[in-house]
């Protein structure tokens, strides 16, 4: 069983940055790949981009290809999304999730544990 936790969500101008993070408990991160996905109101679960723990591959959607950078804290057991040149259409609730898939993660039936969500909006 692995516990999830986002942080680092907020309000921030269009053009600014925000780092998130995806902290696990319960047990490592070692076996898994981590998965970013974004909600808007109305809109479905989108995956953002994903990291595969072992071997430090990292994939995104093109949508943020080029603006948004995966990181991890191997000491933390965290995984860090650092959100560059920020758009008003990035404003969704972010999710971190974990599949044991080092080939399906691009989709959210992929991912069997989730985190509670964080709030990010860019104002324009």
């Known amino acids: 069983q692995v516990q999830l936790a986002e942080s680092g969500g907020g309000l921030v101008q269009a053009g600014g940055s925000l780092r998130l993070s995806c902290a696990a408990s319960g047990r490592t991160f070692s076996p898994y790949t981590i998965g970013w996905f974004r909600q808007a109101p109305g809109k479905e679960r989108e995956w953002v981009a994903a990291?595969?723990?072992?071997?430090?591959?990292?994939f995104y959607s093109d949508s943020v290809k080029g603006r948004f950078t995966l990181s991890r804290d191997k000491a933390m057991n965290t995984v860090l999304l650092q959100m560059d040149s920020l758009k008003p259409e990035d404003t969704a609730i972010y999710y971190c999730?974990?599949?044991?898939?080092?080939?399906?993660?691009?989709?959210?039936?992929?991912?069997?544990?989730w985190g509670q969500g964080t709030q990010v909006t860019v104002a324009s």
């Open positions: 990291i595969t723990w072992r071997s430090f591959a990292k």
């Open positions: 999730a974990a599949t044991p898939s080092l080939v399906d993660f691009r989709g959210p039936s992929d991912y069997n544990y």
